[in-house]
């Protein structure tokens, strides 16, 4: 017995092999924390590509509906054919996905999605924890706010050249793609109410025929010459006549950059440059209007599109309401509940100055002039969007630094030199302007 006792003992009071011991407890804590690990990783990854994916099927529904290729009552198809489109298709599946609600308010102009999905454990499922629902939730907002959006487009000569490649002149193309834009911001989404949109069409001059008696203008002047007597005896008379004009250039002094109304302080100059048959369209909600005048724009002339960025900003500006019609008074910069949008596209390098007689690729006064006003626009809180549209690298550069930058939500630059570059642009900037966005 006291044999036995002695074993028990010495067994108890020996060390070797306790280290071992010890190790593989540790190391299967170990094993079991890594294994955790991953599986808190994996969580992560599936969370995220499920809300990507949640968010992208919120983002596009709600945009087919502004664009009013998604009909209401095809919203919630819409969106599962959206969300499927967008899982990854390895751990996310429509198999593995499941849409818990689809919630489409048409009142509140919002479309939100709530899905989960089950993820299966790894090492965890030693411990009895075998499966992990992630759950995702996305909303995307129409915005309500009033809008007012003017587009400078360009109508230049080299406007009626064809699109590199193509049998597609620039002119159509532009057509076809301002058109798109304006049928997307006046589709009918409950949101059209709200916004008015603009026109000033630009070459060498702007046409501001509707309200060109109601500003203050300073003609221009031109030599003429009358022969007086006969024979011997005749000569010729010359003098300086004033002449006027429906087309306007750039002001010179103190105002030149400002949005100050044209009055006997700050009068706008009649231009004798090439006048474009094209007028500037007020702010209006005619889109019918504004699609027509879009159809009869027609080219020819220099780009002084310095000009054109000029009367954008005069459109946009308070101060000028008493020139408008009825209807195209716009608020002012610092009113609660407006949006005020400008476009500026061009295909070209700004190139003509009127007041100071510069003209061809080497002027720099037009896009010197352009920069500042888009500056001071910007300044105001005028969203500036640009378009350069296969119009080569100073003329990139130039609408590059007019557009605002680039955010996360919103793209306001865009280098485009196909039609249907063109064209996703102007669709991409009346969405934006429409106001789609994530709220959640």
């Known amino acids: 017995m006291r044999t036995i006792l002695n074993r028990i003992n010495d067994f108890a009071r020996d060390r070797r092999g306790n280290f071992g011991i010890m190790f593989a407890l540790l190391g299967t804590t170990l094993l079991m924390g890594t294994a955790l690990a991953v599986d808190v990783a994996r969580m ?42 967008n899982l990854d298709g390895r751990n996310l599946t429509p198999d593995t996905v499941e849409i818990d609600d689809i919630e489409v308010d048409p009142v509140n102009r919002t479309v939100q999605i709530d899905a989960h999905t089950i993820m299966p454990m790894t090492m965890a499922g030693i411990v009895g924890y075998d499966n992990h629902r992630v759950a995702a939730t996305s909303k995307a907002k129409f915005s309500d706010s009033e809008v007012e959006v003017v587009m400078a487009l360009d109508i230049t000569g080299s406007m009626s050249w064809d699109i590199s490649g193509t049998n597609t002149k620039r002119i159509t193309a532009l057509k076809n793609a301002a058109k798109d834009a304006i049928e997307i911001l006046f589709s009918d989404d409950g949101t059209a109410d709200n916004i008015r949109v ?38 010729w008379v010359c003098d300086w006549v004033p002449k006027t004009s429906n087309c306007v250039y750039e002001r ?14 700050a009068k706008i100059p009649m231009s004798s440059y090439t006048c474009p048959k094209a007028t500037i369209v007020p702010v209006t909600d005619d889109d019918d209007l504004l699609k027509d005048e ?8 220099n780009t002084a599109g310095h000009i054109a960025v000029n009367w954008t900003y005069y459109m946009l500006s308070s101060k000028w309401n008493d020139a408008w019609p009825d209807g195209s008074d716009v608020q002012d910069f610092d009113h609660p509940g407006v949006r005020k949008y400008a476009i500026i596209m061009t ?28 500056t001071n626009m910007k300044t105001a809180g005028i969203k500036v969007y640009s378009i350069a549209f296969g119009a080569g690298s100073t003329a990139e550069a130039l609408m590059k630094d007019c557009a605002n930058k680039d955010t996360a939500t919103s793209k306001y630059y ?9 064209k996703d642009a102007f669709r991409q900037i009346a969405a934006d302007i429409k106001g789609l966005r994530l709220i959640n």
């Open 198 to 235: 603009g026109l000033v069409p630009y070459s060498a001059s702007v046409n501001v025929k509707p309200i060109i008696d109601e500003i203050e203008t300073t003609p221009y002047y031109e030599e003429e010459c009358v022969k007086i007597g006969r024979g011997r005896r005749a000569r």
């Open 252 to 265: 010179s002094g103190t105002e030149k950059y400002t949005d100050a109304f044209a009055n006997s302080l």
């Open 414 to 422: 865009y280098n485009t030199s196909n039609e249907a570059e063109l």
């Open 44 to 85: 992560f990854s599936y969370h995220s590509k499920l809300t990507f994916a949640v968010d992208a099927a919120a983002l596009a529904t709600t945009q087919g509906l502004t664009l009013g290729d998604i009909a209401l009552e095809d919203a919630e198809e819409a969106v599962r054919k959206y969300l499927d489109a």
């Open 294 to 301: 879009i159809d009869d724009l027609s080219t020819g002339g």
């Open 347 to 374: 295909d070209g390098e700004f190139n003509t100055y009127e007041s100071e007689g510069q003209n061809g690729s080497g002027s720099t006064n037009s896009r010197n002039h352009a920069k500042t006003i888009c």
